[in-house]
């Protein structure tokens, strides 16, 4: 029994480990990500500092903190079709093209959610 705890916990650990190295890796590479993250800090200081329902604020936090993740599955599409091949094809331009996608359709979900917390 000892065994398997301790080796949930090494494995519980170096997810954390792969984790905090894929936000490095986006942070130092992708300006979108960097971007998304200022907004999200001013966003959170918005919902910390306004007079929301704790329902509101964790709305508004949880989808920014889901546009960070559609901008880290972004990154990952992209990178893994550039890895594949450098060469222009229609697919992976779609490929692309749909992370991109992914993460206007998440933000346009915050923002809608913003302007329904602030005017709803």
Known sequence: MREKLVYT???LVLRW?????????????EHSFRTWVWA???????ALGLDLTAAERALVIALGLLILAAELLNTAIEDAVDYVSAADHP????AKD????????TAVAAGLAWLVVLWG
């Open 9 to 11: 916990g090494r494995r």
């Open 98 to 105: 749909a992370g991109s996608a992914g993460v206007t359709v």
């Open 17 to 29: 480990v792969w984790s905090v190295a894929g936000l490095r890796y986006a942070w130092r590479t």
């Open 91 to 94: 697919l992976a331009k779609c």
């Open 40 to 46: 999200n800090l001013v966003s959170v200081l918005f």
